[in-house]
């Protein structure tokens, strides 16, 4: 069986993995565009901020470990051309301009994301730079020793984390974003207004709610323009979201709108023996019930490994994503999981939440702390749809459990009711997850009181 693998990150890395362990006697052919395989995109920040010395330590598997095992890795070669039909591809090296042509008998996308990159007037000046891969990471730091002023468009994930990193290593930082707040996808304000506090105290100037227009400089960046005012900037990193890499195949598999592959519970595409993974697909979400994009190295690892093991036979079905994630930005540990009541609205979901902030030990413990957490539930079915915790301690593996509960299409009523043990070092006798969602079902209690 001769298998063809684009794209060699974190569903890449998976798909080989696991089709190695199953399939010891197939061949496999990979083409990656850039030097190395299983980059930890999410260690950048780490990385500019100083917590992680050795960038070889982002990567979690080599060009060498694979080729030790037979694996054929055609590295800096890039796929021009695939014809799904003729089941062929061609690919060029980026060293020698040289293109071959392969054949194939199964085919693994894993061609990952882009940023999303704007035609912005300047963006091609110097220092303006993007985040994303290692080559990346390298010319933040390189470009970042010499500067003052750091801007960062964009206000996710990477872009707050990146924003600590640089005032902790002593930069004048500015963030932007069009929305009002930052992480507006991920959480309500009550769990970003900690954090934006806690910027405005390390000096970080918050320029909200407007949009670059252009970018000015002579040869490297100097200012950045909105359509509210105007920034000064020595280094400007991009991180306004990502796009579903998918231009080569796009026109030959079913997508969505945005160019996500549409994938059934096997990781099988609209074409037989054609299998993607990751960020360049589309995945099943659970809360919605719904294809989505979510672009996440946790979706792409379990993704590429059930590519492996549905390569020859369908057995192994996806059981779908809540887009969990969680994030530590100074002393706030943060996450996520499922939609926000905003996210819900826009998805035609009728839904209601429940709020509680409480010290999560009992009162006579000496050492205390405060959790916030908010549920999110389906108005109809009392399924629970969503959750949000912020805290000073690291409360954030509550979330996971929740992230359980949603992939299972609990009730309020369930998790209320849920067994969760009791030790004063850690918990009260009613855990603040069961706490939430007695919340929970006391206001639609008296909902129905009220209705009545």
């Known amino acids: 069986m001769k298998v063809a693998v684009i794209g060699c990150t974190h569903a890449g890395t998976a798909a080989i993995t696991n089709v190695l362990n199953l399939y010891p006697d197939a061949q496999i052919d990979v083409f990656e565009k850039n030097d190395n395989v299983s980059f930890l995109s999410c260690g950048i920040a780490l990385y500019v901020g100083g917590v992680v010395e050795d960038a070889s330590g982002l990567f979690y598997a080599s060009v060498e470990q694979f080729e030790k095992h037979g694996v054929r890795m055609h590295m800096q070669n890039e796929v021009t051309n695939c ?17 071959q ?17 704007p035609p912005i007037p300047g963006s091609d000046l110097n220092n303006v730079v993007l985040c994303k891969n290692y080559d990346h990471a390298k010319e933040i730091i390189r470009r970042s020793e010499s500067v003052d002023k750091v801007v960062v468009v964009g206000a996710g994930y990477i872009g707050v984390e990146l924003v600590e990193a640089f005032q902790e290593n002593g930069k004048n ?7 009002k707040r930052i992480l507006n996808r991920y959480l309500d304000e009550t769990f970003t207004t900690p954090v934006e506090q806690s910027f405005k105290d390390k000096d970080i100037h918050l320029a909200l709610d407007q949009t670059v227009s252009s ?3 002579t040869e490297t960046v100097e200012k950045v323009v909105t359509d509210k005012g105007e920034y000064d900037a020595d280094l400007v990193v991009m991180c306004i979201g990502f796009r579903p890499n998918t231009e080569l195949v796009r026109d030959q598999l079913h997508t969505l709108k945005n160019g996500a592959i549409v994938v059934d519970p096997y990781m099988q595409t609209s074409v037989k023996d054609v299998y993607a993974a990751g960020d360049c697909c589309a995945v099943s979400y659970n809360p919605t019930k719904e294809p989505a994009y979510i672009p996440l190295a946790t979706n792409a690892v379990r993704m590429g490994t059930l590519v492996a093991h549905n390569l020859v036979e369908s057995k192994l079905a996806y059981p779908g994503t809540q887009g969990t994630s969680g994030l530590k930005i100074y002393n706030h540990h943060i996450a996520s999981t499922g939609l926000t009541e905003t996210a819900a609205a826009d998805s035609g979901l009728q839904v209601r939440s429940a709020y509680m902030e409480d010290t999560y030990r009992p009162e006579f413990m000496p050492k205390n702390d405060v959790v916030k957490i908010k549920l999110v539930y389906e108005v109809e079915s009392h399924r629970v749809v969503g959750a949000q915790l912020i805290a000073d301690s690291d409360f954030t593996q509550a979330i996971n459990t929740v992230s359980v509960a949603i992939a299972n299409d609990m009730t309020i009523e369930q998790l209320a009711l849920t067994d969760f043990f009791f030790q004063p070092h850690f918990n009260k006798p009613v855990n603040f997850l069961n706490q939430v969602a007695l919340n929970a079902m006391e206001a639609e209690a008296k909902q129905k009181t009220t209705q009545a």
């Open 215 to 217: 970018f000015k400089g």
């Open 101 to 117: 042509t392969y054949t194939y008998d199964k085919l693994i996308v894993t061609t990952g994301s882009w940023p999303v990159t």
């Open 83 to 99: 014809n799904i039909q003729d089941k062929t591809l061609e690919a060029k090296d980026l060293k020698t301009e040289k293109i």
């Open 173 to 179: 930082v500015t963030l932007i974003d069009a929305e």
